[in-house]
């Protein structure tokens, strides 16, 4: 991992003991464990070692959750799917999404920025009742089945309903998960990586209980930029923003797709784009400026670009291997039917504006929660009005 990450320096991974410990803690207690994924990065996600430990070593089913596909075209959701179920025989993919009604059937981003996202809702989530089916399946068990036939436990034990643990990495979307299975907002959700401090639980039904794990960052090679991008560290955290913003632009358009103009244009010798360049661009467009020499903040620019990429307004995403839509074929094109004709559905009154761009970044969206929170005393009567 050494000769990969040589460049941009060793990937961030979980250092609190105690988090782990709240891992062991919920695999301990779980019957079946969800591995949550985020679409957009389910490869960096999914952690191969943690799934041969919960296979070979504590011989638990595991059901691969692939969330936020409303951020991804469906051709995308379905290929991954087929891509882990041919990979690992034994999984089951669910496709999964807490906020349904922010589906877009999107191709690309290249010429502009998506629109700022609305409130979310906890409301009724894609994929919810092919999740509680297929763990009720696993365990033999039926609706209209109060007691429940359930694999039997210790001796001594005397509890007659299945766990479900939910484990992943941080941002994947697993307490936003409880709360679309829920229909309700049962457990408090974030932007922020690392929201979830300590596991919960929470009864599904008479024989049913989640558990809400941490997040916690598995080791890894991939770059810690990728990691940033990913949503696993927090961007108010990130010291130094510019090497990531280079690492995107070395792979992804920025300059189209924010559409800036090089400052040094309107002296007619235009210098060649630099991730520094970018940043002071974007920080001049969005009126982000310092307040002793009015100067555009570089700093607070780069900051804004990385949360533009990890709340998939620029929907940077991995794509699967030998990626064809048109190799789509049997029960796959199926489901990709099914997720196109949900995705295009009318919605009423608010689907024409949610079809709709902005180029312009929104101040108050790129602010953390957390200093927003702390810098004014009257933030909580915001909305009330």
């Not at 039917?337 to 009318?346: G, Q, R, V, Y």
């Not at 949610?354 to 004014?376: C, F, K, P, Q, T």
Request: with cysteine; net charge negative.
């Amino acid at each position: 991992s050494s000769g990969i990450n040589a460049e941009y320096g060793a990937s961030y991974y979980e250092r609190n003991l105690e988090t782990w410990r709240q891992l062991w803690r919920t695999l301990e207690m779980s019957d079946i464990v969800l591995f949550v994924c985020d679409i957009r990065y389910p490869t960096l996600h999914f952690s191969n070692a943690v799934y041969k430990y919960i296979t070979e070593d504590l011989k638990l089913q595991v059901i691969l959750v692939l969330n936020k596909i409303d951020m991804v075209h469906p051709s995308i959701s379905v290929t991954w799917k087929r891509y882990f179920e041919l990979k690992y025989p034994e999984i089951r993919v669910v496709l999964f999404s807490s906020f349904p009604e922010e589906q877009k059937l999107v191709e690309n981003t290249g010429r502009r920025l998506l629109k700022r996202q609305t409130v979310k809702r906890a409301g009724w989530a894609y994929g919810a009742e092919s999740l509680i089916q297929l763990a009720k399946c696993h365990y033999d068990m039926t609706p209209d089945n109060e007691s429940g036939t359930v694999r039997r436990r210790e001796e001594g034990e005397e509890e007659d309903y299945v766990t479900i643990g939910m484990i992943g990495q941080p941002n994947a979307g697993k307490s936003s998960l409880i709360n679309g299975i829920l229909q309700d907002k049962k457990v408090s959700v974030s932007k922020t990586p690392g929201h979830t401090k300590h596991f919960q639980t929470i009864f599904f039904s008479d024989n049913i209980r989640l558990c809400d794990c941490p997040g916690l960052v598995f080791p890894t090679t991939a770059p810690k930029q990728m990691q940033i991008v990913s949503g696993m560290y927090p961007v108010a955290q990130v010291r130094e923003p510019y090497s990531v913003v280079r690492y995107v632009a070395e792979r992804v358009d920025l300059v189209s797709y924010l559409r800036l103009t090089h400052p040094t244009a309107e002296d007619g010798i235009e210098e060649p784009w630099t991730a520094w360049y970018i940043c002071f661009t974007w920080a001049d467009k969005n009126g982000y400026h310092t307040a002793r020499t009015g100067r555009p903040d570089v700093y607070r620019g780069a900051n804004s670009i990385l949360r533009l990429l990890v709340t998939g307004r620029l929907c940077l995403r991995l794509l699967p291997p030998e990626y064809e839509p048109e190799s789509i074929v049997g029960n796959y094109k199926d489901i990709l039917d099914e997720l196109i004709s949900f995705a295009t559905k009318d919605r009423g009154s608010d689907s024409e504006e949610d079809d709709e761009y902005l180029e312009e970044s929104s101040d108050e969206e790129e602010e953390s929660e957390e200093d927003h929170m702390a810098g004014n005393k009257f933030s909580l009567l915001q909305g009330l009005d």
